[in-house]
């Protein structure tokens, strides 16, 4: 199908300084676990993007210097000669599909701990960012740089710029956001100066100004220069002759990059969840910079809608749609676009599981694309599945995300599938979730799903259609897979964590009891040792339904895992806007009935609540008697010609739905295949040779009576000579 000519302006190309953009569709730099560690992975991960018709492709984070080491979270190096190779992989990749390749230098300030390179964090005026936090304590405080200092991460940034280069990539960032060295040089909280680089806006902003100019200086007439910055804190200063300092921050930097990518300043409100914040929610703060610009300008807002997207270009506000999580959600989604093809584009729903992997340290994760991360290593293209010379008829129990995902992926292999659901409606779990509060967009994993297989032939769909092993033996499909899913239980632990049995009360309630229409007596008290989002969210619909409900949970904070999907602190908002009590480090001992007992996790001190219910969020078991029975009746089913029963999502182990899908995916790839048991390819580093390493740090630079030598072994050393 052709375009939708209300689209076509999202396709015209666009200027960077001395490159150009082939469309505005601009996949910002955005983590995503792999590191120079898998340079395969990474490339091929950034290649299915371009491949997918996003004209620029960027990497994440990239250390220009040993001063700016994040570890052990996931961050690139442009150092030496081995991470210019590994890079190179990325921007072949890339260039393979007419993209744009840029890369995001990056200098961490005081926010990075230098937990590998023992250098001291290096900041305008010594102040620790995030102080408060426990990951940051009994760290390196950070020092204060002096001039020669400055000049030191200047010079790394002019040679990261041309390792940069070397490797291949067009447009080269400086970073000045999010809490990074250039962004503590412009909040005066953080910069007490009295130098050239402190106190006016004029002055605070010096130091971007002189990375962006040494920046263009090294590689300005072959490379794009983007100046990436937070304006979220700046847009809230009132600013001397602007409405506020980010419009002077603006002003004054007008003419000196080549493109502005404009963003938030924290992870929470910069790649929030869609439980709290919808899409374009950056315009309020950025919506003004094209006006004192004639630059590009780029910024995000989880944009999955043409329309809306169309909409930012026209009304002035962006040139180019910046996209990380919907690229990662759906790496095609501009060549759908182009190809009039909306309907199949796989909307991000914002549940920020992809963050989550960046906090774990690992690659990418992703709810809606199982292939995320997995295109070299397993060799999953996110578009495209092998078909099968052997089609079979396979019957899957379960129509919840892992049931759908592996209904659309045997469909796609050319299998004759068979989706049986016991519920009237699809989608499992989500048929309840979607309902909580904020969580309707996570429905789009079952309507991407379900809209797809409504158009296959070879998939036919069975909704009240409860299964039992009589019915599936008189199926007689050639398989089966089992997506039955899991079930929320009343079982408690100890402090020590060991299973202390059942709380067995009439009162007693799971989320499932919930989910099937049952609703507290209140007072209720819900009690979480889930941790993630389940019993926050709960706890809101309860209070939204007017019960009044506490909260209590083990753990230090109220939904803690959440910090990894970048909702806690909004979690906490959310329960204190419905005037929840929340309790932390408790655990639930009795209920009567009238009265919960809560002891104290570390001191056992108990304490007595008044409640008429309890809700308890925590182990989730699989839905196992079906499988049990069948594997009972293997004779029955050998008689049936069925030839295996395999089992996916929660029914196979309970977990977030991004692995439920994952599950899916990864048996409808395998089955009929003999890549069962293989895992996954391993990648490694590219390293040609340690002499290679350049040891100068912009530390080192800082002295300029000493100089750098390679020694007889070829590693710089940093001895006066
Ligand atoms: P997952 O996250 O692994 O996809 P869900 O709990 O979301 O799991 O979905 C499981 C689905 O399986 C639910 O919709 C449930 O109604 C369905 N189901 C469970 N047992 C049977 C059965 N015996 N016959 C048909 N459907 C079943
Ligand atoms: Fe979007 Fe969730 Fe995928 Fe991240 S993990 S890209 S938020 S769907």
Known sequence: MPCNPRYEILFEPVRIGPVTAPNRFYQVPHASGMTNALPRVRAAFREAKAEGGWGVICTGACSIDPSSDDAPLPFATMWDGNDIRAHALMTEAVHRHGALAGVELWHGGASVMNRTSRLPPLSPSGIPWMATHVGFMGNLR?????????????????????????????????????????????????????????GSIENRVRFVREMIEITKDAVGKDCGVALRVSLEELRGRPGRNQPSEAHELVELLADVPDLFDVKMDSSPTDCSASRFTGEGSHEPVIDFVKSLTKKPVVGVGRFTSPDTMVSQIRRGVLDFIGGARPSIADPFLPAKIREGREAEIRECIGCNICISSWHDGVPVRCTQNPTAGEEWRRGWHPERVGRTDKPERIL????????????????????????????????GRLTFEKTLPGLSAWNRVVDYRLGRLNEMSNVSLYPESPLGADEIIELSPDRVVLATGARWTDMLYSSLEIPVGRLDHPDVLTPDDIAGGRLPKGPALVFDFDNYYMGGVLTEHLAAQGIPVSYVTPAGQASAWTIMTNELPLVHRALARRKVAVTTLHLLKAFDGETATLAHLFTGEEVRVACRSLVIVGLRLPRGELFQTLTERADGLAAAGIRGVDRIGDALAPGAIAHAVHSGHKLAREIGTD???QHYRRDTPI????????????AEYSNSRKSVRRSSFGIASNKEF
């Not at 000049?151 to 960032?173: M, N, P």
């Open 675 to 677: 890549i069962r048991w």
């Open 142 to 198: 950070p020092k204060t740089m002096d001039k020669a200092d400055i000049r030191g991460v200047l010079r790394c940034q002019a040679d990261a710029a041309r390792k940069a280069r070397t490797a291949g990539f067009d447009i080269v960032y400086v970073y000045a956001g999010m809490g990074y060295l250039g962004y503590e040089f412009l909040l005066p909280e953080y910069n007490h100066r009295s130098d050239r680089y402190g």
């Open 396 to 427: 899957i129990v379960g129509g919840g995300p892992a049931g759908l995902e592996c209904a659309l992926t045997l469909g796609r292999r050319g299998h004759e599938v068979m989706l049986a659901d016991s519920s009237r409606t699809f989608g």
């Open 687 to 698: 390293v040609d040779a340690v002499a290679d390493f350049d040891m100068r740090t912009a």
